[in-house]
T-cell receptor
Framework: GDSVTQMEGPVTLSEEAFLTINCTYT??????LFWYVQYPGEGLQLLLK?????DKGSNKGFEATYRKETTSFHLEKGSVQVSDSAVYFC????????????FGTGTRLQVTL | GAGVSQSPRYKVAKRGQDVALRCDPISGHVSLFWYQQALGQGPEFLTY????????KSGLPSDRFFAERPEGSVSTLKIQRTQQEDSAVYLC??????????????FGSGTQLSVL
């Protein structure tokens, strides 16, 4: 079945450091890929998405590129801020289905001054 | 406008009790989903409604779990004879459309269920 694997956390960085959170997936066909973020005490929010190979999703300084050859969708940000501290979830939506998402286990990011 | 609203925010139940969790989706949203999120894990799909029709219930873990959306708006997830393994955060999500590749889901803050 479909699955998403992402790096375990927590990831602890100093403010202005470079961020990478790895995500790889297993799916048949051509899934859509997503990053969701969960800030403390809040619901999951869509951060960015990509629907086909080589697409780059971007939002709030975060970006991720859909790499079909490596089945990856790594999340990056050039300079993190304390306000980016949250849990980040990689997810996929299989092609041809209603919006049932398959999530990874989440990666907690802690950014310190 | 208002987002997806879930109630109660926290629920404590004794093992064997029945519980009902409520979801108010964003007005006009056709699709509604329930997910279960165990501690330290990602959300796992439970069930999906398109308007009042339950189109996919493949994720419901047992026949103790039941969901309904009788008028195509508010939804209730019911768990009968709760067990300790049911302890989790139950998330509701809604979306405007019925399943394009980039369709955006809006999540509620969840109901944290603790079964003692």
């Amino acid at each position: 079945g479909d699955s998403v694997t992402q790096m375990e956390g927590p990831v602890t960085l100093s403010e202005e450091a470079f961020l990478t959170i790895n995500c790889t997936y297993t799916a048949t066909g051509y899934p859509s890929l997503f990053w969701y973020v969960q800030y403390p005490g809040e619901g999951l929010q869509l951060l960015l998405k990509a629907t086909k190979a080589d697409d780059k999703g971007s939002n709030k300084g975060f970006e991720a590129t859909y790499r079909k050859e490596t089945t990856s969708f790594h999340l990056e940000k050039g300079s993190v801020q304390v306000s980016d501290s949250a849990v980040y979830f990689c997810a996929l939506k299989a092609s041809g289905t209603a919006s049932k998402l398959t999530f990874g286990t989440g990666t907690r990011l802690q950014v310190t001054l | 406008g208002a987002g997806v609203s879930q109630s109660p925010r926290y629920k404590v139940a004794k093992r064997g009790q029945d519980v009902a969790l409520r979801c108010d989706p964003i007005s006009g949203h056709v699709s509604l989903f329930w997910y279960q999120q165990a501690l330290g894990q990602g959300p796992e799909f439970l069930t999906y409604f398109q308007n009042e029709a339950q189109l996919d219930k493949s994720g419901l873990p047992s026949d103790r779990f039941f969901a309904e959306r009788p008028e195509g708006s508010v939804s209730t997830l019911k768990i009968q004879r709760t067990q300790q393994e049911d302890s989790a955060v139950y998330l509701c999500a809604s979306s405007l459309a019925t399943g394009g590749p980039s369709e955006k889901l809006f999540f509620g803050s969840g109901t944290q269920l603790s079964v003692l």
